[in-house]
């Protein structure tokens, strides 16, 4: 059975970091990614990275903040969230799938809980 587990949300003032987690079992995959959604807002692309680890990429909002990474050998996901803004406020997701590229939803089979992430001003 497929489970991917976030952790390490939280509340956290303007211009602080924050590290989420995603643990990966049931097997492995070729792309995870990390999303997010806002209150009222679509699901977003923020941030994601292959298998080898080569070639992340990130949304232009997060440009230059993020760093995402993983650790095949955890099967774990990481997101370094650094200089957090009010604006990166929302609900953030897991998400892994089988195709080297992605940046739609649907383009990922499967997703994690969420994490909850509020950046107070």
């Known amino acids: 059975q497929v489970q991917l587990v976030e952790s390490g949300g939280g509340l956290v003032q303007a211009g602080g970091p924050l590290r989420l987690s995603c643990a990966a079992s049931g097997r492995t995959f070729r792309r995870m990614a990390w999303f997010r959604q806002a209150p009222g807002k679509e699901r977003e692309f923020v941030a994601g990275?292959?298998?080898?680890?080569?070639?992340?990429d990130y949304a232009d909002s997060v440009k230059g903040r993020y760093t995402i990474s993983r650790d095949n050998a955890k099967n774990t996901v990481y997101l370094q969230m650094n200089s957090l803004k009010p604006e990166d406020t929302a609900v953030y997701y897991c998400a892994a799938g089988s195709s080297p590229y992605g940046y739609l939803p649907r383009e990922y089979d499967y997703w994690g809980q969420g994490t909850q992430v509020t950046v107070s001003s």
């Open positions: 990275i292959t298998w080898s680890g080569g070639n992340p």
